[in-house]
Structures are given as structure tokens and as C-alpha cells.
């Protein structure tokens, strides 16, 4: 792990960064430069996976090739104490995005979405918010309040929707049929924004949250997203990945399999080229 003022220091730069990225509209990116990415599911502080996804991409040598990431914290990998220590998959982030401004993304997932406003998300009987934080607590000690408090700003920061250039749309999932008729894209859109969208109902809880993946309903929502395509994670997939329809594939990276897309942005794709695309996260060579 990082010296704890160095971390700080990470953290703080990752945030403006975030704020700074070329295509930013609000919570949207309209993804720019880039000849293809790396699209990873829910890793919930599995860091296997993610240095797999790492050595994958190789940013340093496809400088046009971005990397988006999703649900990166909340996972089942404990410190001897007890802590969740999934924070570690943040802090790599942040170094990662300092290095790479411009190609790294972090999707706002539902667990980041419940750390940041404090609506704990139990599993069984675990609280995964108090546990993220005893795990800050037990890696930062005495530096464990300032660096809780950088990571909540950096989620205040972080995209919910990435759009491509060949009409794909990314996000972690989409809003309930319930909530869909609410749903507009510009709300996501604009700054500052509204804090009834981070409540129960509001267009960025609905957009993390939701759990329909019907044909119909993912039509619907691209339509207002105007994109053809969805790739989205959330779900527990068995598999690694899912295939509900042909608008939608759905990824998982929390386990094994985990897989991943890499897909081109510079050219028109359909969704029978995302299925080619997609592959198993294979573990890092020691």
C-alpha cells in the first residue's frame, strides 16, 4: 500500500482529473481520441482481476486505448482484523489515472453510490459500508478519517454513463421499468447537480440500481441515451458475462471467470462483433 500522505495526495489529483476529462457533460462522457477500450464488470475488490485487467489493457503502449472500471469496492477480501479491503482497488485507481489522465474511467456503481450518501447495503448480516470503513481505519490508522473522506469525494466525482463514438453505451445498469418513464439523459447531463438524483427514485440511484434487462425496456433506454448498443455489469453472472438480447451484454469480473470486452470504437460494430470481443481475464504471470 501507499504512504498514507502519498495516497492522500493521489486521491486529491484523481478527483480533479475526474472533473477535468475531455468530453465530460455532467455525469456523461462522450468518449474522444480513442480507437478502442477495455471494458471491465463489477470487480468488488478483487485485485487479481484487476491487475489482470491492468496488464490487458497496457495503456503505456495503445495510448488511444481507454480502460473503464465499475463497482471496484465492497468485496469478500478481509484484513486479520476484519476489514473490507477493496479501498486498495480505489487507491490503484487513483494512481492509475494520474499516470493515464485521459484513458482511465470509473463507473458510479450502486456500492459507491451507498458509501457516498451512507445508505449501508447489507449482504446477509454485513454492513459492506462499515466494513469499507474499518478497512480504511485498519490499512490508514491515524491518516484513516482524511483518506475515508478523500474517497468519498472522489466518488462524488465519478461518471455514470460512458458513450462511444460507433454508439455504445456504458454504464453500470439502467433505471427500473418503473422509473424509466422519469429517465431523461440531460439530467445526467447537467451541473450542479440535483441531490434528489442520488435518492431512491432519482435518475442516478435509478441508473445504478435497476435490474430490468428486457429486449423492450433496454431498447427504450439507448433510445434516450441515442446509442444502439448497451454493456453494463451489476448483476452476478456465473458466467463471467451474459447475453440477455442482442442490444445488451452484461459482465461480471468479481470471481472466476471473469471477462472482459475489448472492442474497437473506431468503427462501426454490432452486437454479434461485441460477443466475438469479448475474453476470460486470465491471472497475472508471476
Not at 113 to 142: H, M
Not at 144 to 166: C, G, H, M, W
Request: charged residues 20%.
Amino acid at each position: 500500500m501507499p504512504a498514507p500522505e502519498r495516497l492522500l495526495v493521489l486521491l486529491r489529483q484523481a478527483r480533479v482529473l475526474l472533473r477535468a476529462m475531455p468530453g465530460r457533460q455532467g455525469r456523461v462522457i462522450n468518449l474522444m481520441d480513442a480507437d478502442e477500450a477495455v471494458i471491465c464488470g463489477d470487480l468488488h475488490g478483487h485485485l487479481a482481476n484487476f491487475q489482470a485487467l491492468l496488464q490487458v489493457a497496457d495503456l503505456a503502449r495503445h495510448p488511444r486505448r481507454h480502460l473503464v472500471l465499475q463497482e471496484l469496492i465492497h468485496g469478500p477480501f478481509r484484513y486479520p482484523q476484519g476489514g473490507d479491503k477493496s479501498h486498495q482497488l480505489v487507491d490503484l485507481f487513483a494512481a492509475l489515472l494520474v499516470q493515464f489522465p485521459k484513458q482511465v474511467h470509473y463507473l458510479l456503481g450502486n456500492h459507491e453510490l451507498a458509501q457516498w450518501t451512507d445508505r449501508p447495503i447489507l449482504k446477509g448480516d454485513v454492513n459492506c459500508n462499515e466494513l469499507f470503513e474499518e478497512g480504511v481505519r485498519q490499512a490508514y490508522g491515524s491518516w484513516a478519517s482524511s483518506i475515508y473522506q478523500a474517497y468519498l469525494d472522489l466518488f462524488a466525482e465519478l461518471p455514470v454513463l460512458l458513450r462511444t463514438p460507433n454508439r455504445l453505451v456504458i454504464s453500470h445498469s439502467l433505471p427500473s421499468i418503473r422509473h424509466s418513464v422519469h429517465f431523461a439523459l440531460q439530467r445526467l447531463q447537467r451541473e450542479p447537480l440535483d441531490p434528489t438524483d442520488l435518492a431512491p427514485g432519482g435518475a442516478i440511484h435509478s441508473l445504478v440500481w435497476g435490474r430490468d434487462t428486457t429486449l423492450d425496456h433496454v431498447t427504450a433506454f439507448l433510445h434516450h441515451c441515442d446509442g444502439d448498443l448497451l454493456i453494463s455489469g451489476h448483476l452476478p453472472c456465473p458466467d463471467g458475462f451474459d447475453i440477455p438480447h442482442e442490444r445488451q451484454i452484461i459482465l461480471d469480473c468479481a470471481a472466476s471467470p471473469a471477462s472482459y470486452l475489448l472492442i474497437p470504437l473506431n468503427r462501426p460494430v454490432s452486437h454479434s462483433d461485441l460477443v466475438g470481443c469479448l475474453r476470460t481475464v486470465q491471472p497475472v504471470s508471476s
